[in-house]
Structure formats: C-alpha cells, structure tokens
C-alpha cells in the first residue's frame, strides 16, 4: 500500500534544503526559471548534478528541448528571488524584470551575486513518476559566494548561520 500524498507531503517537509533557481532560456533567448530544492550532486568524474522538475511545468518543457539550464544556489536576503521563481509573486509577469544576469558555457542565465552556480548540459532525463531528473554535466561553475545559505524547511524560508561568539 501507497502512503497518502498529505502524509508523503508533510512528512518530506521535515527535510531541510537549500534553495535554488533553475535557469534555462527559450529558443529566442528569453530567460526563464523556477525555484527547485530538489537539486544534488551526482558525480565528480565527470562533473554531474540532478534537478527534479515537475513535468507540468513550462521550465521542464524547455530543458527537454534546448538540454541546458543552470542552477543558481540562493543566499540569506534572496527570499524574494526564491519566492519569485516560486510562482509566489503572480502579479510579476517577468521574472528576470531587474535583475542582470550573465551567462557561461551554455547560454542560461545565470543570476547575480547568489552563493554559487553550475552551467549545465543535460547529461540524462531519467523519468521520476511526476518529475524528471535532470541530469546535467556541469561545464562551468563558481562559488561561494559571500553570504549564509537560503534554506527551505516545513514551509518556511530561513537561513542557516553559524554562531559568531
């Protein structure tokens, strides 16, 4: 027997995570993203990550189509960022509206100033029930960045800093 959706949900809200935004660009160049906390790494030879997108998703449609995106690790004070990508801000149409992003490697966005980023080709699409699992060989990457990590946990944005005493 199946455990419940409700129990699976509340249950893996117990996982603390770090907060990203998966980029990726459509094929005219525009730059599109959404938040992701299911994000790890695979492999250090060679270099591999996974990301897991719901396939509902707009963003999972186009890394399918164009095999790149980057994953963009957010930091204390971005929670609006996180919130953004989230969908959670729907009176802002355009996400990337004021925020500068660059590129590397592949050509998705990267934003600026997070704590750390990996530029990425699809390595893998491995199919995960509602989501896939994107795997992507990274071809670029830096970090850290300064700042604490923008952590997810039961619902909540937060950080995690180490005492200072």
Known sequence: MSVD?????QTLAQWASGVTVVTTSTTDGTPKGMTASAFSSVSVEPPLVLVCISKTLFTHDL???SGIFAV???KHGQEEWGKLF?????EIEDRFANINTSTAETGAPILPDVLGWVDCRVYNQVDGGSHS???GEV???AGPGEGHPLMYFDR???TFAPDTD
């Open 5 to 9: 959706p409700q129990t699976f949900k």
């Open 133 to 135: 699992i994107f795997i």
């Open 139 to 141: 071809m670029a990457a």
């Open 156 to 158: 909540s944005w937060g």
């Open 86 to 90: 989230a969908g959670m801000i729907p």
């Open 63 to 65: 890394i399918t189509e």
């Open 72 to 74: 963009n690790i957010l």
